[in-house]
């Protein structure tokens, strides 16, 4: 069974950094995309990155701010977020879409920016 565990959240002040880890277990391979997801209080969940293989997107509010990037040999996937804003505060949630075989999201990881 595949589950996605996800690490690296807080508190952090506005223009701040912060990594984001998103740990796959199970039998998968690194072809399937992995995305990152965050949902904001009161707001629907929304697409934020996407890594498959080497291919990368992001949301427009983000580029130039956030990487997605992956280790293969620990099976993890990262989202470096740097010169955080308010609004990015939100639940952050990733996401491994194995098409036919299904859809397996983590647990959430908060991150919260303020001052």
């Known amino acids: 069974q595949v589950q996605l565990v996800e690490s690296g959240g807080g508190l952090v002040q506005p223009g701040e950094s912060l990594r984001l880890s998103c740990t796959v277990s199970g039998s998968v391979t690194e072809i399937y995309p992995v995305s990152w997801y965050r949902q904001a209080p009161g707001k629907q969940r929304d697409w934020v990155a996407q890594?498959?293989?080497?291919?990368?997107a992001y949301k427009n509010s983000v580029k130039g701010r956030f990487t997605i990037f992956r280790d293969n040999a620990k099976n993890t996937v990262y989202l470096q977020m740097s010169s955080l804003k308010p609004e990015d505060t939100a639940v952050y949630y990733c996401n491994l879409n194995r098409g036919s075989e299904g859809v397996t999201w983590g647990q959430g990881t908060q991150v919260t920016v303020s001052s």
């Open positions: 890594i498959t293989n080497d291919i990368k």
